[in-house]
Protein backbone atom coordinates (compact mmCIF):
# COMPACT_ATOMS: atom_id res chain seq x y z
CA UNK A 1 0.00 0.00 0.00
CA UNK A 2 1.31 3.37 -0.96
CA UNK A 3 1.90 6.09 1.93
CA UNK A 4 3.13 9.51 1.67
CA UNK A 5 6.71 10.06 3.12
CA UNK A 6 8.38 12.92 4.70
CA UNK A 7 7.63 16.50 3.17
CA UNK A 8 10.27 17.51 0.90
CA UNK A 9 11.96 20.99 2.07
CA UNK A 10 10.89 24.13 0.43
CA UNK A 11 14.68 24.80 0.08
CA UNK A 12 15.23 21.08 -1.43
CA UNK A 13 13.05 22.21 -4.14
CA UNK A 14 14.81 25.79 -4.67
CA UNK A 15 18.09 23.74 -4.90
CA UNK A 16 16.26 21.46 -7.56
CA UNK A 17 14.91 23.99 -9.96
CA UNK A 18 18.74 25.38 -9.57
CA UNK A 19 20.03 22.45 -10.51
CA UNK A 20 18.52 21.92 -13.64
CA UNK A 21 19.59 25.54 -15.27
CA UNK A 22 21.13 25.04 -19.07
CA UNK A 23 21.83 28.07 -20.29
CA UNK A 24 22.51 26.94 -23.68
CA UNK A 25 19.35 24.37 -24.19
CA UNK A 26 16.26 23.61 -23.50
CA UNK A 27 15.72 20.61 -21.07
CA UNK A 28 13.05 18.62 -20.63
CA UNK A 29 12.32 18.08 -16.51
CA UNK A 30 10.42 15.41 -14.89
CA UNK A 31 10.03 16.04 -11.30
CA UNK A 32 9.34 12.30 -10.86
CA UNK A 33 13.07 11.38 -11.62
CA UNK A 34 14.30 13.81 -9.63
CA UNK A 35 15.59 12.29 -6.04
CA UNK A 36 15.37 15.44 -4.01
CA UNK A 37 11.92 15.76 -4.94
CA UNK A 38 10.77 12.67 -6.06
CA UNK A 39 9.19 12.08 -2.10
CA UNK A 40 6.48 14.59 -2.81
CA UNK A 41 6.47 17.05 -5.78
CA UNK A 42 4.96 14.93 -8.93
CA UNK A 43 4.82 13.89 -12.13
CA UNK A 44 5.05 17.06 -13.61
CA UNK A 45 7.16 18.12 -17.02
CA UNK A 46 7.99 21.21 -18.18
CA UNK A 47 10.17 22.74 -21.16
CA UNK A 48 12.43 25.40 -20.12
CA UNK A 49 15.27 27.69 -21.18
CA UNK A 50 17.17 30.13 -18.91
CA UNK A 51 14.54 33.05 -18.60
CA UNK A 52 11.36 31.27 -19.85
CA UNK A 53 9.02 28.89 -18.67
CA UNK A 54 5.87 27.30 -19.84
CA UNK A 55 4.15 25.61 -17.28
CA UNK A 56 0.38 23.85 -17.44
CA UNK A 57 -1.72 25.72 -16.08
CA UNK A 58 -5.76 25.98 -15.01
CA UNK A 59 -8.01 28.29 -14.81
CA UNK A 60 -8.33 27.25 -10.70
CA UNK A 61 -4.52 27.02 -10.21
CA UNK A 62 -3.59 30.61 -9.48
CA UNK A 63 -2.07 32.46 -6.83
CA UNK A 64 -4.39 32.83 -3.82
CA UNK A 65 -4.69 36.67 -2.12
CA UNK A 66 -4.29 35.07 1.25
CA UNK A 67 -3.51 31.39 2.63
CA UNK A 68 -6.81 29.63 3.41
CA UNK A 69 -6.99 28.58 6.98
CA UNK A 70 -10.38 26.50 7.12
CA UNK A 71 -12.38 24.98 4.42
CA UNK A 72 -15.97 24.25 5.45
CA UNK A 73 -18.52 22.22 3.53
CA UNK A 74 -20.48 19.42 2.58
CA UNK A 75 -18.17 16.28 2.44
CA UNK A 76 -18.35 13.39 -0.01
CA UNK A 77 -17.04 9.74 1.96
CA UNK A 78 -15.00 7.06 -0.28
CA UNK A 79 -13.62 3.75 1.17
CA UNK A 80 -9.92 2.32 0.45
CA UNK A 81 -7.96 2.08 -2.59
CA UNK A 82 -9.77 4.83 -4.85
CA UNK A 83 -7.76 4.88 -8.11
CA UNK A 84 -7.10 7.76 -11.03
CA UNK A 85 -9.85 5.62 -13.06
CA UNK A 86 -12.53 5.99 -10.59
CA UNK A 87 -11.58 9.80 -9.96
CA UNK A 88 -11.68 10.59 -13.96
CA UNK A 89 -11.91 7.70 -16.52
CA UNK A 90 -9.05 8.03 -19.19
CA UNK A 91 -11.41 8.69 -21.80
CA UNK A 92 -12.00 12.01 -20.75
CA UNK A 93 -7.77 12.79 -20.67
CA UNK A 94 -7.84 14.12 -24.11
CA UNK A 95 -9.81 17.40 -22.60
CA UNK A 96 -6.79 20.25 -22.28
CA UNK A 97 -7.47 21.55 -18.19
CA UNK A 98 -5.59 25.13 -19.47
CA UNK A 99 -8.54 25.67 -21.88
CA UNK A 100 -11.26 27.26 -19.25
CA UNK A 101 -14.25 25.72 -20.81
CA UNK A 102 -12.33 21.66 -21.22
CA UNK A 103 -11.40 22.92 -17.42
CA UNK A 104 -15.00 22.99 -16.64
CA UNK A 105 -15.94 19.85 -18.72
CA UNK A 106 -13.23 17.91 -16.67
CA UNK A 107 -14.77 18.73 -13.70
CA UNK A 108 -17.98 17.44 -14.60
CA UNK A 109 -16.74 13.84 -14.93
CA UNK A 110 -14.76 13.94 -11.75
CA UNK A 111 -15.85 10.71 -9.95
CA UNK A 112 -17.48 9.28 -12.62
CA UNK A 113 -15.63 6.43 -12.87
CA UNK A 114 -16.98 5.05 -9.78
CA UNK A 115 -19.26 2.10 -9.22
CA UNK A 116 -23.13 3.39 -8.76
CA UNK A 117 -23.63 0.08 -6.89
CA UNK A 118 -21.15 1.41 -3.99
CA UNK A 119 -21.69 4.96 -4.38
CA UNK A 120 -25.39 5.69 -5.63
CA UNK A 121 -24.96 8.99 -4.59
CA UNK A 122 -23.99 10.81 -7.44
CA UNK A 123 -20.47 13.10 -6.88
CA UNK A 124 -22.27 15.32 -9.71
CA UNK A 125 -25.88 16.05 -9.95
CA UNK A 126 -27.32 15.36 -13.22
CA UNK A 127 -27.73 18.57 -15.50
CA UNK A 128 -24.65 20.22 -13.54
CA UNK A 129 -20.89 20.62 -13.97
CA UNK A 130 -19.98 21.18 -10.19
CA UNK A 131 -19.89 19.10 -7.21
CA UNK A 132 -22.08 20.48 -3.79
CA UNK A 133 -19.34 18.01 -2.03
CA UNK A 134 -16.28 20.86 -1.39
CA UNK A 135 -14.70 18.09 0.71
CA UNK A 136 -13.72 14.79 -0.06
CA UNK A 137 -13.16 12.02 2.77
CA UNK A 138 -11.38 8.61 1.97
CA UNK A 139 -9.61 5.67 3.67
CA UNK A 140 -6.07 4.30 2.44
CA UNK A 141 -4.44 4.71 -0.72
CA UNK A 142 -5.88 7.52 -2.38
CA UNK A 143 -5.29 8.14 -5.93
CA UNK A 144 -3.75 4.81 -6.48
CA UNK A 145 -3.33 3.52 -10.34
CA UNK A 146 -2.01 5.33 -13.33
CA UNK A 147 -0.27 8.98 -12.66
CA UNK A 148 -2.48 11.09 -14.50
CA UNK A 149 -2.63 14.90 -13.56
CA UNK A 150 -5.85 15.13 -14.87
CA UNK A 151 -7.12 13.75 -11.23
CA UNK A 152 -6.20 16.24 -8.71
CA UNK A 153 -7.13 18.98 -11.64
CA UNK A 154 -10.83 17.33 -12.40
CA UNK A 155 -11.59 17.17 -8.65
CA UNK A 156 -10.42 21.40 -8.23
CA UNK A 157 -12.54 21.96 -11.62
CA UNK A 158 -15.70 20.50 -9.97
CA UNK A 159 -15.19 22.34 -7.15
CA UNK A 160 -13.42 20.08 -4.51
CA UNK A 161 -11.05 22.02 -2.00
CA UNK A 162 -9.58 19.51 0.33
CA UNK A 163 -9.43 15.89 -0.27
CA UNK A 164 -8.39 13.87 3.70
CA UNK A 165 -7.39 10.17 3.54
CA UNK A 166 -5.32 7.86 5.34
CA UNK A 167 -2.91 8.04 3.08
CA UNK A 168 -2.53 8.40 -0.58
CA UNK A 169 -0.40 6.93 -3.57
CA UNK A 170 2.55 9.61 -3.72
CA UNK A 171 1.99 10.56 -7.72
CA UNK A 172 -1.51 11.97 -6.77
CA UNK A 173 0.18 13.58 -3.73
CA UNK A 174 2.56 15.64 -5.53
CA UNK A 175 0.43 16.17 -8.55
CA UNK A 176 -1.79 17.68 -6.03
CA UNK A 177 0.67 19.89 -5.09
CA UNK A 178 2.45 20.36 -8.51
CA UNK A 179 -0.78 21.40 -9.84
CA UNK A 180 -1.93 23.62 -6.56
CA UNK A 181 -5.72 21.99 -7.19
CA UNK A 182 -6.43 20.55 -3.75
CA UNK A 183 -5.16 20.13 -0.20
CA UNK A 184 -4.08 16.50 0.58
CA UNK A 185 -4.64 16.15 4.03
CA UNK A 186 -4.17 12.86 5.54
CA UNK A 187 -5.68 11.91 9.03
CA UNK A 188 -3.41 10.93 12.53
CA UNK A 189 -5.88 7.68 13.02
CA UNK A 190 -7.97 5.25 10.30
CA UNK A 191 -11.24 4.56 9.87
CA UNK A 192 -12.56 7.76 10.21
CA UNK A 193 -14.43 7.29 6.58
CA UNK A 194 -16.38 4.71 8.41
CA UNK A 195 -17.22 7.44 11.06
CA UNK A 196 -18.33 10.12 8.15
CA UNK A 197 -21.28 9.96 5.63
CA UNK A 198 -21.95 11.83 2.47
CA UNK A 199 -23.73 14.96 3.21
CA UNK A 200 -22.05 15.75 6.82
CA UNK A 201 -21.36 18.99 7.25
CA UNK A 202 -17.64 19.66 8.18
CA UNK A 203 -14.57 22.00 8.83
CA UNK A 204 -11.00 21.63 8.10
CA UNK A 205 -8.79 24.14 10.13
CA UNK A 206 -5.39 24.03 9.34
CA UNK A 207 -4.32 26.32 11.89
CA UNK A 208 -5.25 23.33 14.60
CA UNK A 209 -4.66 20.44 12.03
CA UNK A 210 -8.12 19.51 12.76
CA UNK A 211 -11.14 17.49 10.83
CA UNK A 212 -14.66 18.96 12.18
CA UNK A 213 -17.89 16.74 11.83
CA UNK A 214 -20.34 19.10 12.75
CA UNK A 215 -23.45 16.30 11.65
CA UNK A 216 -21.85 13.58 14.10
CA UNK A 217 -20.08 16.14 16.60
CA UNK A 218 -16.88 14.34 16.25
CA UNK A 219 -13.55 15.70 15.84
CA UNK A 220 -10.33 14.20 14.10
CA UNK A 221 -6.66 15.27 13.79
CA UNK A 222 -5.18 15.76 10.64
CA UNK A 223 -1.07 15.94 10.00
CA UNK A 224 0.29 19.60 9.33
CA UNK A 225 0.64 19.65 5.44
CA UNK A 226 4.22 21.10 6.26
CA UNK A 227 6.16 22.53 3.29
CA UNK A 228 3.73 21.65 0.73
CA UNK A 229 1.51 24.58 1.84
CA UNK A 230 2.73 27.45 0.89
CA UNK A 231 2.93 25.27 -2.68
CA UNK A 232 -0.57 24.59 -3.03
CA UNK A 233 -1.54 28.19 -1.74
CA UNK A 234 0.58 29.92 -4.27
CA UNK A 235 -1.57 28.34 -7.05
CA UNK A 236 1.23 25.15 -7.68
CA UNK A 237 4.70 24.23 -8.02
CA UNK A 238 5.19 27.12 -11.08
CA UNK A 239 3.45 29.79 -9.44
CA UNK A 240 5.27 29.47 -6.18
CA UNK A 241 9.02 28.92 -8.46
CA UNK A 242 7.50 32.49 -9.90
CA UNK A 243 6.53 34.20 -6.62
CA UNK A 244 9.89 32.90 -4.56
CA UNK A 245 12.19 33.89 -7.26
CA UNK A 246 13.03 30.74 -8.50
CA UNK A 247 12.29 31.26 -11.86
CA UNK A 248 12.68 34.53 -13.54
CA UNK A 249 10.12 35.05 -16.23
CA UNK A 250 6.61 33.30 -17.77
CA UNK A 251 5.37 33.59 -21.30
Do not use: W
Not at 79 to 97: C, S, Y
Amino acid sequence: MATTQAHAPVSTIRASFQRFHSPTKTQLVHFASNPFIFAKFGKTSFSYKPSKIKPLTTPRATPSSSSPTTFHGQCYVLGDNIDTDQIIPAEHLTLVPSKPDEYKKLGSFAFSGLPSSQYPIPFIEPGTDSTKYSIIIGGANFGCGSSREHAPVALGAAGVRTVVAESYARIFFRNSVATGEVYPLELELEGVNKQCSTGDVVTIDLEKNMLINHTKGKEFVLKPIGDAGPVIDAGGIFAYARKTGMISSVT
